[in-house]
């Protein structure tokens, strides 16, 4: 069975401070992996998506991917209470499927 | 770019009735869409994918002549729940494969939520 773990939450930041929110995956075979950010009673929308071990930015956002570790993070930076949702990890095993974890939720106080 | 939309927003309709979901690629072509459920407070649940001119192929445990799905245009999936029931009720997703930006990625779209009464 293959899995995607994320922490519940919630993960509570004040504003303006770095949000830092984790997912580990079981495939080692996993090719690329996506965040997708979930406002309550919302559809997902994707914030990125990375493939490549390393960093990849985007404005205050950054992905971050060890496939060694067979982990990958997402950072949020400045963080604003606009920001306050359930942020989705998922990893595409390929044929376009992906396989998501149940997410985090994230709270930011101002 | 890679905009989906959902249509309708919400429907409530009466047990046993069937209730049709349209999914919508506005400004790419998808030649694979998915379909998702959402209960309240758990995760995404794949139901099927959807592929343009063929039958889908639906996750284990999902009825395939209760959710009826067709793909007749690269742009166009529709969702049909038929004999709706209470247990029925959900948030239905859809989304829409796209490798606009370099990498397959599924965009998605704004859901519909069922009530079934």
């Known amino acids: 069975q293959k899995e995607v773990e994320q922490n519940s939450g919630p993960l509570s930041v004040p504003e303006g401070a770095i949000a830092s929110l984790n997912c580990t995956y079981s495939?080692?075979?996993?090719?690329?992996f996506f965040w997708y950010r979930q406002y309550s009673g919302k559809s997902p929308e994707l914030i990125m998506f990375i493939y490549s071990n390393g960093d990849k930015e985007d404005g205050r956002f950054t992905a971050q991917l060890n496939k060694a570790s067979q982990y990958v993070s997402l950072l949020i930076r400045d963080s604003q209470p606009s920001d306050s949702a359930t942020y989705l990890c998922?990893?595409?095993?390929?044929?376009?499927?992906?396989?998501f974890g149940k997410g985090t939720m994230l709270l930011v106080s101002p | 770019g890679a905009v989906v939309s959902q249509h309708p927003s919400w429907v409530i309709c009466k047990s046993g009735t069937s209730v049709k979901i349209e999914c919508r690629s506005l400004d790419f072509q998808a030649t694979t869409m998915f379909w998702y459920r959402q209960f309240p407070k758990q995760s995404l649940m794949l139901m099927a994918t959807s592929n343009e001119g063929s039958k889908a192929t639906y996750e284990q445990g999902v009825e395939k002549d209760k959710f009826l799905i067709n793909h007749a245009s690269l742009t166009l999936s529709t969702l049909t729940v038929t004999s709706a029931h209470p247990e029925d009720s959900s948030f239905y997703i859809c989304s829409a494969l796209s490798g606009l930006a370099g990498s397959d990625t599924q965009y998605f779209g704004p859901g519909t939520r069922l009530t079934v009464l």
């Open positions: 495939d080692r075979g996993s090719q690329s």
């Open positions: 998922a990893v595409n095993e390929g044929y376009s499927t992906l396989t």
